[in-house]
């Protein structure tokens, strides 16, 4: 049997369980807790930026153009003849110094000429001589024959001659002075003679000058149509010929950009006064020569709009290197880089700035859109005059959602600066593959 003992200890067994869970459900809802908040808030996403601060720019623009030589010359014959002499190994691209004696004419006929007129001189010289001799008789008698008539005048006033015997002795006297007068004459035309014939040797003496064809200048030649036993007349072209000692590139130039080189020039500077530079890429290297600007070019190009710029570069020969330089030849293609003095500016990679405006990360770490205003452009590189200053962090990469106002954490790429740097001043222009903290 049960007693009350027994059912007193047992409903104390059931009742204690009971009340702990209900104590447990009445509690809960004070220990619970929200969760953590690293648990709720995204990390920022990372962007890439340059901190920016003034560098070392060189405002340059590049243009093309093809190699010419800086002068040329044709060798026109200048007597006629047959060609009796040739420089051995003339052909196209025969290099010759200044004076070298490339081709002859035969001036045989020129030299007979000569020496006709050398005779013809020496008849003149033995007339001067024989007329010399008879100008003194003729003289004498015109003195004699004066002296005669006026003895015959006098006695004819006194009526001792008559006037028959007094016109005989003037008729003698006026052909004394008739064969005066003819003497001096023939002195003068002899002199026109002498005058004529001095020229006519002259002449002689400058054609055969022109037999021996020389190179005026340093040379290359280009074309040749003299052969021996060739028979040219004058005016006929033998050679054809580039100078060596400078070439020159007129390169295209986009109209507007060359004005800002010329803003970083000092006051008063003309195109003349910028650095030039030809470049020719190579396949593994670039090939560049120093040059010189010479001179505007005389109009725009219509179909290009742009504007030829003249440069020279001086013996080009002498600074070839085999393997490693060619030499500028004709109708070569080259880049002509046309640059101002070194100075300083704000740059930026010209995809960070687009529609005149860039990202910044503000001091607070959020993204900020800044309007810009951009001096000038160089291949990849924007100039910033406007809108941007020293210190400020400029997003070089945009992240894959870019919202004005949100959380970033700026990552300093210091490849993408370091080829700006490069670039502004000659190097390689590009942006870094990657970013280093």
Do not use: C
């Amino acid at each position: 049997m049960w007693t009350w003992q027994m059912v007193a200890r047992r409903g104390l067994a059931v009742a204690a369980p009971t009340a702990l869970g209900v104590l447990s459900i009445m509690w809960s809802g004070s220990l619970a807790q929200q969760p953590a908040a690293k648990d709720t808030l995204r990390t920022p996403p990372q962007v890439r930026v340059i901190t920016m601060a003034p560098m070392d720019i060189i405002p340059r623009v590049s243009g093309y153009g093809t190699v010419e030589p800086a002068r040329e010359w044709r060798a026109v014959a200048r007597i006629e003849g047959e060609i009796d002499w040739t420089i051995d190994g003339l052909a196209p691209g025969l290099i010759v110094g200044a004076g070298t004696s490339l081709a002859r004419i035969d001036d045989s006929g020129l030299r007979l000429s000569l020496a006709q007129t050398d005779a013809q001189l020496a008849a003149l010289e033995v007339k001067d001589q024989t007329i010399a001799a008879s100008m003194t008789l003729v003289q004498s008698d015109l003195e004699l024959a004066q002296a005669d008539l006026t003895r015959q005048e006098k006695l004819a006033q006194q009526g001792v001659v008559t006037a028959a015997s007094l016109e005989s002795v003037r008729r003698q006297e006026l052909a004394a002075r008739s064969k005066l007068v003819e003497t001096q004459n023939q002195i003068a035309l002899n002199a026109a003679e002498r005058d004529v014939l001095r020229a006519q040797r002259a002449t002689l003496e400058r054609d055969l000058g022109f037999a021996d064809i020389r190179t005026p200048y340093d040379l290359r030649l280009t074309d040749v149509s003299a052969e021996i036993g060739q028979y040219v007349a004058r005016g006929q072209t033998l050679l054809a010929a580039e100078g060596t000692e400078a070439v020159e590139i007129a390169a295209q130039f986009p109209i507007g950009r060359i004005g800002p080189l010329m803003r970083a020039m000092a006051e008063g500077s003309s195109v003349t006064d910028l650095t030039a530079r030809i470049r020719l890429p190579a396949a593994d290297h670039s090939v560049t020569w120093k040059a010189q600007v010479v001179r505007m070019g005389e109009s725009i190009d219509p179909r290009t709009q742009s504007s030829a710029i003249v440069v020279r570069a001086e013996d080009p020969l002498s600074q070839a290197e085999a393997g490693a330089r060619p030499p500028l030849r004709r109708n070569m293609l080259v880049e002509v880089v046309l640059s101002a003095p070194k100075t300083s500016a704000l740059i930026a990679p010209l995809d960070a700035v687009v529609g005149d405006s860039a990202l910044v990360v503000s001091e607070e770490g959020k993204l900020e859109k800044r309007p810009v205003t951009l001096g000038f452009t160089l291949d990849e590189i924007a100039v910033v005059t406007e809108g941007l200053a020293e210190g400020d962090k400029l997003v070089v990469a945009d992240p894959s959602i870019a919202v004005p106002g949100m959380a970033v954490k700026p990552l300093e790429d210091k490849a993408t600066l370091a080829a700006l740097a490069a670039a502004a001043t000659g190097g390689t222009a590009g942006k870094g593959k990657g970013a280093s903290q």
